[in-house]
């Protein structure tokens, strides 16, 4: 799904980071190129017979993760099984601060223990779903205490936990809890989470700690699709809109 890596990449870029590469599987990626903006790197990685990225594509990620600031997985990765086993291990030996989305947290499911393994700090930004597939907790049971999922998986897995959704939360290992009021019900739409997290990514990259990366990210991001759905309606919004508002946010 090249588009997820689009937006991501886009949303990082909107939301100042100096130089943002976007990692595609080698065949895809002159489509990448004319679907992204020219602001944007690609690198292209190591593909299977389906077209998705290989456990080989690993070890091309090792040698160069050093060449960055921050970085994010999941997004539009896809879950073919050598792609699953890829993420795990960047997730398990990046020693670069990691955003965890998307089909890199479904790579997850059954493994969350790689996380207490980490050689790098990680932030995982599940939605309900994501979050149940995670801690084994019923979809309903989340919505019902979403602070308490939160605060407990963040504890547990010593990692930085964003719940999305209705008054997103963000908890760490230790200190209290953020709650996020920006954002609308307008924002439930296709690429939304990708938005998000080029845009924790580029807070990262700029120095930013995990927890106030991710909590600046809440609060901004909800306040681009707030700006979003004034200009377009919560109905007809889409995530593009909300990347263009983002440069909106301090006006």
């Known amino acids: 799904m090249l588009g997820a890596a689009a937006l991501s990449s886009l949303a990082a870029m909107r939301s100042g980071a100096g130089l943002v590469t976007a990692a ?3 065949a895809s990626n002159l489509t990448l190129q004319k679907k992204i903006s020219n602001v944007v790197m690609t690198k292209p990685l190591a593909q299977n ?4 990225f290989s456990l080989k594509a690993y070890d091309e990620i090792k040698k160069i993760w050093d060449q ?4 994010a997985i999941g997004p539009g990765i896809g879950r073919d099984p050598s ?7 960047v997730i398990q030996y990046c020693p670069k601060p990691l955003v ?3 089909d890199a947290l479904f790579a997850l499911t059954g493994h969350t223990d790689i996380l207490l393994k980490a050689q790098g700090p990680r932030i995982l930004t599940p939605h309900a779903g994501e979050m149940s597939r995670l801690n084994g907790s019923s979809v309903k049971g989340i919505e019902t ?3 308490k999922a939160a605060c407990d998986f963040s504890r547990q897995y010593h990692c930085v936990l964003l719940l999305k959704g209705h008054r997103t939360v963000v908890a760490a290992a230790q200190g209290k809890p953020y709650i996020n009021r920006t954002g609308n019900v307008g924002m439930a739409t296709a690429g939304s989470g990708d938005v998000l997290t080029g845009m924790i990514t580029a807070f990262l990259g700029q120095g930013m700690s995990l927890f106030d990366a991710a909590k600046y990210g809440a609060y901004y ?6 700006l979003a759905a004034r200009a377009c309606g919560k109905s007809e919004m889409i995530a593009t809109d ?3 508002h983002i440069k909106k946010n301090k006006t």
Do not use: S
């Open 221 to 226: 991001h909800g306040k681009a699709g707030d």
């Open 242 to 244: 909300i990347i263009e």
């Open 100 to 102: 965890v989305d998307a």
């Open 68 to 71: 960055f600031d921050a970085i």
């Open 24 to 26: 595609v599987p080698r």
């Open 49 to 52: 017979k389906a077209g998705a």
């Open 145 to 147: 205490d979403r602070l």
């Open 83 to 89: 792609t699953q086993q890829m993420a795990r291990q």
